[in-house]
């Protein structure tokens, strides 16, 4: 059974993006790239809503890559290597690799891929994580706060309508000043 986990980078006031939807802020150094890229190597399916599908979709072209440092690289592997589902009414076609699209967010299904997974999932996308916190299916979380205030945004987590109980598993600092905070469900 897999577990399903929501990774995040986040502001320290908690926002994925800022008010203009601009997320440079967010960039990791080589530090707290080479981490993700470890935690990212344990999952076997990502759950995307649309807009992040299209942001991470970069990773697909290896010429986005040529040139870059190994770590950069080595995420790029990490993706290829990993199946993934796009939420969407409006997609017409994914453009990646490994990649199927599915019109409705389904949580049964969900419940059923978490059931029968070899590996672990990670879900990706504020607002797609919101509907499966909501549902009860997200069983981590990984948030990296950057040390930064944006004042406003897309927020990182649901503000309204959802209680859920936490224990911290692990935390690390970067020499950045980034926080990483691993957190289950208890």
């Given at each position: 059974m897999g577990k399903l986990i929501y990774s995040a980078i986040a502001s320290l006031d908690g926002y994925i993006e800022d008010d203009r939807g601009k997320?440079?802020?967010?960039?990791?150094?080589?530090?707290?790239?080479?981490?993700?890229?470890?935690?990212?190597r344990t999952i076997g399916t990502y759950l995307f809503g649309r807009r992040m599908y299209e942001t991470?979709?970069?990773?697909e072209n290896p010429t986005n890559v040529a040139g870059a440092p190994a770590y950069v690289r080595e995420f790029a592997d990490v993706w290829h290597a990993t199946d993934k589902v796009v939420y969407s009414?409006?997609?017409?076609?994914?453009t990646t690799a490994r990649t199927r699209l599915e019109r409705e967010f389904d949580p049964e299904a969900v419940r059923t891929l978490k059931a029968t997974a070899d590996r672990d999932l990670g879900?990706?996308?504020?607002?797609?994580?919101?509907?499966?916190?909501?549902?009860?299916?997200?069983?981590?979380y990984h948030l990296f706060l950057v040390p930064v205030l944006v004042g406003g945004g897309k927020s990182a987590l649901p503000r309204t309508g959802v209680r859920?109980?936490?224990?911290?598993?692990?935390?690390?600092?970067f020499r950045n000043g980034t926080v990483y905070l691993h957190h289950r469900v208890r």
């Open positions: 997320f440079d802020w967010a960039a990791p150094d080589e530090d707290v790239h080479a981490f993700v890229n470890d935690l990212e991470m979709a970069f990773w009414k409006t997609l017409r076609a994914v879900i990706g996308g504020a607002e797609l994580a919101a509907q499966a916190i909501a549902a009860g299916l997200v069983d981590e859920v109980n936490l224990e911290l598993v692990a935390q690390r600092r």
